[in-house]
């Protein structure tokens, strides 16, 4: 019987307009625009704003806009996955929400939580129901709005992160096209590094969780740093082993945005020149679930059918993983 594997067909991102640069950030907190850049990589970040506006919000122009380049209905979408921190609510998932927001009204879906990783998790658990035919076409949506647990007082936090929305379709392919293989990890011993103390069903929201800022991301960045430059670089090489493949193979590394000094010992753990590694953490900085697909909508017009791309990720939780990937067509 002919393998089937998940290709990826189509890419589409969104980022809002509004832009919050370092120098604007300067003007918030005791930082400059030197430490953030030489620290960081990154120059500005996307900001949703908008009263009443959330993560669904910044997925509906994305999903529109694949639907449209690939023209095909959302009345053909089987499955919708959210990967994401910043649901639009508690519950029903966004993915919920989404299926209603772009008439996928033939679509099942759920959310996925794995942070920086969830865009990953996402793609190589939706891949599961294209490999096994339960399903032809599956959105797999990277998205958060990180501004929105966010602490502007925090200079630790709040110059990391900004908001977008990343979107890929997969489909069956019957030429060895699509996702290969994958390694997906996590360690939950390290979620004191990395967290959002209130909210969830420990801390309840009450006035005084409020009043402590416990509604914000909290990060003690010095051990997840170094926790992800070994998980990132460790990962990604044993895939690379795994599969056998030479640093003349892999034509691309598409890794999680966090920061460039983590992205670079990666790249070269595996040997790969600069010209290799995607790169978008200087306008968007670590959109948490969106980076992978947003890197891949940036790059799109580059990628050749066959092209072998491996991607990368580490967050909270913690959570880390890659994907060997064979790229389905030519833009
Ligand atoms: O995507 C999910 C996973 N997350 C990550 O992968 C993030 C991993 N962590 C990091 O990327 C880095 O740890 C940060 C970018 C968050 C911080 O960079 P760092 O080089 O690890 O800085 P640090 O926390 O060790 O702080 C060094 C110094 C401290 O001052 P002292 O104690 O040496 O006087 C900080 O107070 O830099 C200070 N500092 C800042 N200074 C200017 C911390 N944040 C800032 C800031 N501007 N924004």
Same mark, same amino acid.
């Given at each position: 019987?002919?393998?089937?594997?998940?290709?990826?067909?189509?890419?589409?991102?969104?980022?809002?307009?509004?832009?919050?640069?370092?120098?604007?950030? !300067? @003007?918030?907190?005791?930082?400059?625009?030197?430490?953030?850049?030489?620290?960081?990589?990154?120059? !500005?970040?996307?900001?949703?704003?908008?009263? =009443?506006?959330?993560?669904?919000?910044? &997925? +509906?122009?994305?999903?529109?806009?694949?639907?449209?380049?690939?023209?095909?209905?959302?009345?053909?979408?089987?499955?919708?996955?959210?990967?994401?921190?910043?649901?639009?609510?508690?519950?029903?998932?966004?993915? %919920?929400?989404?299926?209603?927001?772009? =008439?996928?009204? %033939?679509?099942?879906?759920?959310?996925?939580?794995?942070? &920086?990783?969830?865009?990953?998790?996402?793609?190589?658990?939706?891949? @599961?129901?294209?490999?096994?035919?339960?399903?032809?076409?599956?959105?797999?949506?990277?998205?958060?709005?990180?501004?929105?647990?966010?602490?502007?007082?925090?200079?630790?936090?709040?110059?990391?992160?900004?908001?977008? $929305?990343?979107?890929?379709?997969?489909?069956?392919?019957? !030429?060895?096209?699509?996702?290969?293989?994958?390694?997906?990890? +996590?360690?939950?011993?390290?979620?004191?590094?990395?967290? @959002?103390?209130? =909210?969830?069903?420990?801390?309840?929201?009450?006035?005084?969780?409020?009043?402590?800022?416990? #509604?914000?991301?909290?990060?003690?960045? @010095?051990?997840?740093?170094?926790?992800?430059?070994?998980?990132?670089?460790?990962?990604?090489?044993?895939?690379?082993?795994? %599969? %056998?493949?030479?640093?003349?193979?892999?034509?691309?590394?598409?890794? #999680?945005?966090?920061?460039?000094?983590?992205?670079?010992?990666?790249? !070269?753990?595996? =040997?790969?020149?600069?010209?290799?590694?995607?790169?978008?953490?200087?306008?968007?900085?670590?959109?948490? $679930?969106?980076?992978?697909?947003? &890197?891949?909508?940036?790059?799109?017009?580059?990628?050749?059918?066959?092209?072998?791309?491996?991607?990368?990720?580490?967050?909270?939780?913690?959570?880390?993983? $890659?994907?060997?990937?064979?790229? $389905?067509?030519?833009?």
């Amino acid at each position: 019987m002919t393998k089937i594997t998940a290709a990826i067909t189509a890419v589409e991102g969104y980022v809002p307009d509004f832009v919050l640069s370092n120098e604007k950030l !300067e @003007q918030l907190v005791p930082t400059t625009s030197e430490w953030i850049e030489t620290r960081t990589g990154i120059k !500005e970040r996307r900001i949703l704003k908008g009263e =009443g506006l959330g993560t669904s919000d910044m &997925c +509906v122009p994305a999903i529109q806009k694949l639907l449209e380049k690939r023209g095909i209905s959302a009345l053909e979408i089987d499955l919708v996955i959210v990967a994401t921190v910043t649901p639009d609510y508690v519950f029903p998932a966004t993915s %919920n929400v989404l299926c209603d927001k772009i =008439g996928a009204t %033939n679509a099942w879906g759920y959310d996925l939580g794995a942070a &920086c990783s969830g865009f990953l998790f996402a793609l190589a658990t939706g891949s @599961q129901f294209i490999e096994t035919g339960k399903c032809k076409k599956v959105l797999v949506v990277g998205a958060d709005k990180m501004s929105s647990i966010l602490d502007y007082t925090d200079r630790s936090t709040c110059i990391i992160f900004g908001d977008g $929305a990343g979107v890929v379709l997969l489909e069956p392919n019957t !030429e060895g096209y699509g996702v290969i293989d994958s390694i997906l990890k +996590v360690d939950g011993s390290g979620r004191k590094y990395l967290h @959002q103390k209130a =909210g969830g069903s420990v801390k309840p929201p009450t006035h005084e969780t409020v009043d402590a800022r416990e #509604h914000f991301v909290f990060q003690d960045g @010095q051990p997840v740093f170094k926790r992800a430059v070994a998980g990132m670089a460790d990962v990604s090489a044993e895939i690379v082993e795994k %599969n %056998n493949l030479k640093p003349e193979d892999i034509a691309w590394l598409t890794p #999680h945005q966090a920061n460039k000094r983590i992205i670079d010992a990666t790249a !070269e753990r595996l =040997g790969l020149a600069p010209e290799k590694v995607m790169l978008n953490i200087e306008r968007y900085g670590n959109t948490t $679930a969106a980076t992978l697909p947003l &890197c891949l909508w940036d790059y799109e017009k580059k990628l050749k059918k066959g092209d072998n791309i491996i991607l990368a990720t580490f967050g909270a939780g913690f959570t880390w993983g $890659a994907i060997y990937l064979k790229w $389905a067509y030519n833009s």
